[in-house]
């Protein structure tokens, strides 16, 4: 007869190899999760960062109004008035044509360093400059609830996005 072994004993390797390929495996997801979120978030800081440097950073920068006169592929230009000291009035500036800009309206500006190209400056401007990152934010919080199971945090990210969205339509 083959003695037998103590119940304790034998489900004890099974239930520790278990547990420590599901530690491993939960790991795996959380950094992988973890990573996407950071790469989302990254991409629309650096979406937003290229417009909202000039609107947030604007001690030495030309600052002035234009007034839009004609659109067409992509771009809206127009007759740029100085306000800040320093500035030059110029007979045409460009803007990005977008949901921001009319044509026969006049909007506040900052012109980009070396050229004849504006962006949009006060509270408009800066919230239309952060858009990718409201949008990013709305992105990376379905990868978070979904992928690291961390529903309040991602409510709160989805919170900020839509409202930064809402801000900005409602501004521009």
């Given amino acids: 007869m083959i003695p037998a072994m103590p119940a304790s004993a034998a489900p004890a390797r099974p239930r520790q190899a278990s547990s420590a390929s599901s530690a491993l495996l939960r790991f795996g ?22 417009t909202a440097q000039h609107v947030l950073l604007t001690k030495g920068r030309e600052q002035g109004t234009v007034e839009v006169t004609r659109c067409g592929g992509g771009t809206c230009s127009g007759p740029y008035s100085p306000v800040s000291a320093g500035s030059q ?3 045409r500036v460009v803007i990005e044509d977008s949901v921001a800009v009319a044509r026969g309206r006049t909007y506040a500006v900052v012109v980009k360093p070396g050229g ?3 962006v ?3 509270p408009a401007g ?6 990718p990152l409201g949008g990013a934010l709305l992105l ?28 900005a339509f409602f501004a521009v």
């Fill in 29 to 50: 997801r959380v950094a992988a999760m973890g990573t996407v979120t950071a790469l989302i978030l990254i991409a629309g800081v650096w979406a937003s960062w290229g």
């Fill in 89 to 91: 009035a110029r007979e």
């Fill in 116 to 118: 004849d190209e504006v």
């Fill in 120 to 122: 949009r400056s006060g």
């Fill in 126 to 131: 800066v919230l239309y400059a952060w858009v």
């Fill in 140 to 167: 990376a919080s379905v990868v978070v609830a979904g992928g690291l199971r961390r529903t309040r945090v991602a409510w709160g990210m989805a919170g900020v996005g839509v409202a930064l969205l809402t801000a």
